[in-house]
C-alpha cells in the first residue's frame, strides 16, 4: 500500500506533450485518472492476504526447486524418454527461477524487507540467472519502466539484431541466449568496484559450477555432455522470451524525451498483454504475459496481484476511453514476420538492455 501510495513506481513521470498522446490537465487530466486508478487497486491490496500478495508465487518458485532432483537423477537414465523427461523438467524449473524469480527479485517482490529484497536479488538474479543484479534492476527498473518506450531510453528490446533474416531472428539466434548472457554480464562489469565484480563473478561460477558437477556426478555427464545440457537447458525457452519481450512494446507508440505523455498514458499506449497461455503464464509470470498492462502501471505488485487487479484495471482504462491493448501470442508473431524490416530493421535505435526484462 505505501509502494502504491508513492505512485507503484520510482521512475520519472515526465510532463505531458503534444509528442504523445496526452489529454488534457486539471481534475480529469491524467495526474487525476492515475490517482483514481492507484486507489481502486490499493483498496484490492488493502482486502488481499499475504498468499495473494505474495504466497502463491513463492510457492511457484519453490515448486519449480523441487523439480530439480527428479530432473538431475532423469538425466541419468540411460533411455530416450527418461532424458527428455529430465531436459524438460530441467527447462521448466530453469525458466521458472531465471525469469519470474530473477523478475520479481528485481522489484523486490519477494520480500518487505529490503535486506531480504537485495538478498533474493543476488540469488535470483546472479547465481541462477548469471547475469549482475545491479546492472539488471538499473536497466529493467529504472531504465525499461522508469521511460518506457521513450526514444533513447527506456526501449524493451535487448535482442535487436537487424543483420539477420526474420527466421533467424526469431527462431534460431535466442537458442545463443546462454552463452550471450554472461558474456554481456562481464562486459557490464568493468567500471565496477573490484570488490562488487568479484562477488558477481563468484555468484555467477557458483551457479554454473553448481549444475555442472549436478550433471557430473548425479546424473552421470562427461564434460562436453554436461556442457552440452546446460545449455540445452537453459535455452529451453529462449524463443518464447525473446518473443515476449519484443512483442509487448515494439511497434506500439515511441515518445520523445523531452515531450512524453503522463505515466498512465505512457503505458496503456506503450504497453500490451498478451493472451492468456498457462504455460507461460506459470513460468514467466502473469506479468510478463497477460499481465504486462498492469505490471507497468504497479511493478511492485506481485504476479498474482497484477492478475487480481486486472479486471479493475481494465475496466477503468476502457470506461476512461484510454486504450487496454491486448493480442494473441500467434497474432503477433505472424505480425512480426510479416512486417519484421519494418519494426526491427528500419526501426530507430533507442537503446541496448540486456537482462531481466
Not at 539484431?161 to 558474456?183: C, D, E, G, H, N
Request: aromatic content about 8%; some cysteine.
Amino acid at each position: 500500500a505505501e509502494l502504491l501510495r508513492r505512485g507503484g513506481h520510482e521512475g520519472h513521470e515526465g510532463p505531458a506533450g503534444p509528442a504523445g498522446p496526452a489529454g488534457p490537465g486539471g481534475p480529469g487530466g491524467p495526474e487525476a485518472l492515475m490517482l483514481q486508478l492507484r486507489r481502486a487497486v490499493q483498496e484490492v491490496v488493502k482486502q488481499s492476504s499475504w498468499w495473494e500478495r505474495r504466497g502463491e508465487d513463492c510457492c511457484i518458485l519453490g515448486a519449480a526447486f523441487l523439480l530439480l532432483p527428479p530432473a538431475f537423477l532423469l538425466l541419468g537414465s540411460a533411455h530416450l524418454p527418461g532424458l527428455c523427461a529430465g531436459v524438460l523438467l530441467m527447462g521448466v524449473a530453469h525458466a521458472v527461477i531465471t525469469i519470474k524469480g530473477a523478475h520479481l527479485a528485481s522489484h523486490g517482490g519477494l520480500s518487505q524487507s529490503r535486506a531480504w529484497a537485495r538478498v533474493w536479488a543476488v540469488f535470483f538474479i546472479e547465481v541462477c540467472g548469471c547475469f549482475p543484479a545491479q546492472a539488471a534492476v538499473q536497466a529493467h527498473v529504472q531504465m525499461h519502466h522508469a521511460h518506457t518506450n521513450v526514444l533513447g531510453l527506456g526501449d524493451s528490446s535487448l535482442w535487436k539484431l537487424p543483420f539477420l533474416p526474420r527466421a533467424v531472428y526469431l527462431f534460431v539466434a535466442p537458442l545463443a541466449l546462454p552463452v550471450i548472457t554472461p558474456l554481456v554480464a562481464l562486459a557490464h562489469l568493468r567500471g565496477r568496484g573490484a570488490a562488487a565484480g568479484s562477488r558477481t563473478v563468484a555468484m555467477m561460477a557458483l551457479g554454473l559450477l553448481s549444475q555442472y558437477w549436478l550433471l557430473v556426478r548425479v546424473s552421470g555427464f562427461r564434460a562436453p555432455g554436461a556442457l552440452l545440457c546446460m545449455l540445452l537447458c537453459r535455452a529451453l525457452f529462449s524463443i518464447p522470451y525473446i518473443h515476449v519481450n519484443v512483442f509487448q512494446h515494439v511497434g506500439l507508440p515511441v515518445f520523445s524525451p523531452s515531450r512524453r505523455p503522463r505515466r498512465i498514458l505512457q503505458m496503456s499506449h506503450g504497453v500490451l498483454n498478451l493472451h492468456r497461455i498457462p504455460l507461460l503464464d506459470w513460468t514467466f509470470g502473469h506479468s510478463l504475459i497477460s499481465c504486462h498492462v498492469e505490471h507497468h502501471l504497479f511493478p511492485f505488485l506481485s504476479d498474482h496481484m497484477c492478475l487480481k487487479v486486472k479486471p479493475v484495471v481494465s475496466r477503468f482504462l476502457m470506461e476512461k476511453q484510454l486504450p487496454y491493448q491486448e493480442d494473441g501470442y500467434l497474432s503477433r508473431l505472424r505480425l512480426f514476420y510479416r512486417r519484421y524490416q519494418e519494426l526491427m530493421v528500419l526501426a530507430p535505435p533507442i537503446t541496448e538492455l540486456v537482462g531481466v526484462q
